[in-house]
């Protein structure tokens, strides 16, 4: 398998990147949605990581836009990247192959939580915490839909109803 098929772990890591949550509250919502992941992820088929996993991902989008938010390049901002890129990288990459996934989107989310941390730095100075804040919240949530939008298909069981 090449590398392009690591595609998706690669771009849900970048997501982690700008939010931590935010992928594995995707994934929780596909889930939600009765979408099947090419990787095995039973984690977020269990009701309280699903349900913790998309309150966490309302949470850190509120929690964001505090004048007390720390960086995301904190130790904790940078353990909660690990993790919820980890996990949904996993779940994105093909069936195993979720190990690499899992690597691929780590790999991807820690150093570009610098590069994103210092973009946000210049939109804030430019227009404000709030505001740079709901922007890049709009472009991060987009990019994390559409990349599980696109890696995901319906369980088969819906398919013989349809």
Not at 72 to 84: D, E, F, K, W, Y
Not at 125 to 147: C, H, N, P, R, Y
Request: aromatic fraction near 4%.
């Amino acid at each position: 398998m090449s590398m392009r098929s690591l595609l998706s772990s690669v771009l849900i890591g970048a997501v982690a990147s700008c939010r931590s949550m935010t992928p594995m509250a995707t994934i929780a919502t596909a889930r939600l949605a009765h979408r099947k992941t090419p990787g095995d992820l039973y984690l977020l088929d269990r009701p309280m990581f699903k349900y913790g996993a998309l309150a966490m991902g309302v949470g850190e989008l509120a929690g964001d836009k505090m004048k007390s938010a720390p960086d995301r390049t904190v130790a904790l901002g940078l353990i909660a990247r690990v993790m919820s890129a980890g996990i949904a990288g996993a779940a994105l990459a093909p069936k195993g192959r979720e190990k690499a996934g899992a690597a691929a989107a780590i790999a991807t989310a820690v150093p570009m939580a610098y590069l994103t941390l210092a973009g946000r730095k210049q939109a804030m100075a430019k227009m404000g915490q709030t505001k740079s804040g709901l922007i890049e919240d709009a472009f991060v949530m987009a990019a994390g839909a559409a990349i599980v939008a696109l890696s995901t298909q319906p369980k088969p069981s819906l398919l013989k109803h349809a």
